[in-house]
């Protein structure tokens, strides 16, 4: 287990942070280079922890040599932190500011970047379907992560966090009830068949794959904050070529696009909420 916190020490650390991580991209082809270091660091930490280790270089010795292990810090590098209709007032902002202008298209792509294990993406199904969009949609939920992606597919949540779930909802603006979008599954609750018909899951890492074309909003919310500057630049400019000219990216409340190359490429919508409108000329 690692305590020594000297200057030494955490220099050492650090230099093994990074042969870990380069490790990983050579061995296994993900790369977490980019990643905050602190966030990333924090986690590798952790895992060294848990397993008992006197260091990281332990830990490299135990991923490069077993992929059950690597799959585990695989986990731990994941973001998974969300909830069904989580920060209620986003929802809110996005059916009075955007779903008026979305309504005004014949077909709509909605891609959730960073999906986890989908709450935010059944959330947003619930929507376009209370605002009679849900049959003209197609919305893509991708993940870098196989094991939330499955959970996602699942649809299957805890029954105790249906309460706050629920009021969720209602503080988002719902117009019916949120019982009406999930059958009781034993002590689990299982999304409605009907909420998965228009969503694709599939597999896409924002930091080694491609955009994903004419897509009229792109929801990524609170994924940016685990990346360095150079990563948030490259995924943001990811978004702006995926989306069509006067479509929606979506943000989470700590994340901002100033200071970054897309900034004078949008103007912001709902700036409480962080909802930006892909410009129709360039300023």
């Known amino acids: 287990m690692i305590k020594n916190n000297t200057k030494e020490s955490i220099e050492g650390e650090n230099k093994d942070v990074e042969i870990l991580l380069k490790s990983i991209f050579e061995k296994y082809g993900y790369d977490f280079r980019d990643y905050s270091r602190a966030h990333i660091k924090r986690r590798i930490l952790r895992r060294v922890n848990a397993l008992d280790l006197k260091s990281i270089r332990e830990l ?3 991923i490069l040599e077993s992929k059950e292990e690597f799959n585990f810090l695989l986990e731990d590098f994941s973001i998974n932190v969300t909830d069904m209709f989580r920060d209620p007032s986003f929802y809110k902002s996005f059916r009075e500011e955007v779903v008026p202008i979305l309504k005004t298209y014949p077909f709509i792509r909605i891609w959730h970047a960073g ?3 989908g709450e935010e993406v059944y959330s947003m199904a619930i929507l376009l379907k209370e605002e009679g969009l849900y049959d003209r949609s197609q919305i893509y939920a991708t993940d870098f992560n196989e094991h ?3 959970k996602a597919k699942e649809g299957i949540y805890d029954t105790d966090l249906i309460k706050d779930y629920a009021e969720n909802y209602e503080e988002s603006g719902g117009k019916a009830s949120f019982s009406d979008y999930y059958k009781n599954h034993y002590n689990e609750v299982k999304i409605n068949e009907s909420l998965k018909r228009k969503i694709i899951f599939a597999d896409h890492n924002l930091v080694t794959d491609g955009i994903f074309g004419e897509m ?4 990524c919310r609170n994924v940016l904050i685990y990346f360095n500057k150079k990563l948030q630049n490259r995924t943001l400019n990811l978004f702006y070529e995926s989306l069509i000219m006067g479509g929606f990216l979506c943000l989470g409340s700590k ?3 100033k200071f970054t190359d897309i900034e004078n490429k949008f103007h912001n919508l709902v700036e409480k909420e962080n909802i930006f409108q892909k410009k129709l000329i360039i300023d």
């Open 60 to 62: 490299e010795y135990k």
């Open 115 to 117: 999906c986890s294990t």
């Open 148 to 150: 939330v992606l499955k």
């Open 216 to 219: 009229h909003v792109i929801i």
């Open 255 to 257: 994340e901002s696009i």
